[in-house]
């Protein structure tokens, strides 16, 4: 096993001088090979991807992760443009980003470059393969790509299409390479690969983040886990309310900024509740709530502890009435993964207590979690919602996968 990890590692390592010269018009010009070859080979993708959705209906998957692992022309036309966003985002590679002069006529530079060799590792959702290569690519770097089984065809497919496009125009086609191979021991054995790989990113469930942070020998940043939470404060305005919380559960309840737990004031639950339940209603959202949620909508299914810590990715959405907004942020405190939390209210003093006290990567008031979101944030395709408190945190585009160094020019300057 530790042949075929190696085996990429070293075609990796012997990238990295190369892709961390790479101009930003080479980078570029890949990039849109890449882009244009994926609406060419659409049709190929699709029937890649329908292997995989095949398996996961055998396999039982719930609708809402096979809506995760789904290809369709539109999505693979979103992966193109979000390409070309890409390209027009300034290259961070080399920028400099502080410059001194010292009193002895040193000069010190602070510069960024690239992390060097990345290792990423993630679960179902194929569009991570050409997002997570993109980026990586146009920040100079190497990636080892290690998906999951459930999109095993669909990611083989998509790393083809992608090093064929980026060797046609000059550049090492090994700079991007797929770990064919979705064991857990090989997986394993690239946790282990500290030799060859500079960092490791999981992007994924609860499981598969602990395994990694547990088990790497090298520097790894956490993505991924949201359990997010929406708080209806008693000033908030209903109508809005119900349009917030559908939106950030409902868009697409498979992914990491989907709405988790709601939590509402209890004096404005009795009217906002029933609202929100309506729209929920018209993509059947299971509601679990506390005994005043219950007491307030009908066909609410008890909540327990371990509901109000999990990410259901499903259409499934906690509840509580909360007696003031020291409650919801108490609450949030206790359970959330420090994803995106949310307030909906018409009180600036709350809306700035929220965003003060709230410790989170992503803090909204009066708007849907959903946004949480490299290219909703003008950052353009991101290779993950990082919740930790590293370099990188929230949505990680192009600088996060950079690091500095120091330039330092003199004249022959001596330190006594």
Known sequence: MMNCIEALGKNAKACKKAMASAKTEIKNKALSEIAES??????????????????AQKNNMSQAMQDRLRLTPERIKGIADSLCEL????????????GTVRPNGMRVTKVRVPLGVIGIIFESRPNVTVDAAALCL?????????????????????CGIMC???ERVGLPP???????DTTREVTTELMKCREYVDVLIP??????????????????????VGNCHIFIDESADIEMSA??????KTRRPSVCNAAETLLVHENIAREALPEIKKKLDESRVEL????KTAAIVSGTKPVTEEDYYTEFLDYILAVRVVKDIGEAIAHIEKYSSSHSECIVTDSLLNADRFRAEIDSAAVYVNVSTAFTDGGMFGLGAEIGISTQKMHARGPMGLKELTSVKYLIDGSGQVRD
């Open 288 to 291: 679990r709530g506390c005994e």
């Open 174 to 180: 090994n700079a991007v390479q797929f770990v064919d």
């Open 164 to 166: 064929a496009a980026i």
């Open 243 to 248: 349009q917030i919380v559908n939106n950030s």
């Open 138 to 158: 146009k920040s100079g770097n190497c990636v080892i790509l290690r998906g999951g089984k459930e999109a095993y065809h669909s990611n083989k497919k998509l």
């Open 38 to 55: 994926l609406i060419k080979e659409t049709s190929a993708i699709i029937t890649e991807n329908d292997k995989d959705i095949e398996a």
């Open 203 to 224: 992007r994924g469930g609860a499981g598969l983040i602990k395994a990694v942070v547990e088990n790497a020998a090298m520097p790894v940043i956490e993505t991924g």
């Open 87 to 98: 390209i027009r985002l300034e290259d961070p590679v080399g920028a400099a980003e502080s």
